[in-house]
């Protein structure tokens, strides 16, 4: 009970973007997935952490590196990536990731990965035209 307790502290905390900087550092070193992949989420998550959690082993802390409005396309493109296709293949149903991003991935060498990428790019298109023409 305790440790589930406390695990569930460490995301809330994990996700709180008034936490100090050095508290985000000490998370994203968590030993839960689930802990880090918030911290990768906070938009006050310093640069040099979320490099880091950019090479961690789990997917879907590095897929919640997407989901962080601060953080920067070079590092975006760099997890466009990444070895794992379920890395890219998330990364490429991502509606909000920059559209350069979703270029890339539709030229990756995982036809799904690239299928993927291709028509999230298009149903984006598809929407900027409706859009358009509704205005």
Request: without cysteine.
């Amino acid at each position: 009970m305790y440790k589930s307790a406390t695990i569930a502290t460490e995301y809330l905390i994990a996700g709180n973007p008034e936490v100090p900087a050095s508290l985000l550092n000490t998370l994203a070193q968590s030993p839960t997935p689930a802990v880090r992949a918030r911290v990768a989420e906070n938009h006050a998550t310093p640069l040099s952490t979320l490099v880091k959690l950019l090479y961690d082993v789990h997917a879907e802390v590095k897929l919640s590196l997407s989901h962080n409005r601060a953080i920067p396309v070079m590092v975006l493109l760099q997890l466009a990536e990444d070895e794992d296709p379920d890395v890219r293949y998330g990364l490429a149903e991502n509606y909000h990731l920059p559209i350069r991003v979703l270029e890339s991935l539709a030229l990756d060498e995982n036809p799904y990965v690239s299928n993927r990428a291709s028509r999230t790019l298009s149903k984006i298109k598809s929407s900027e035209t409706l859009v358009r023409a509704a205005a």
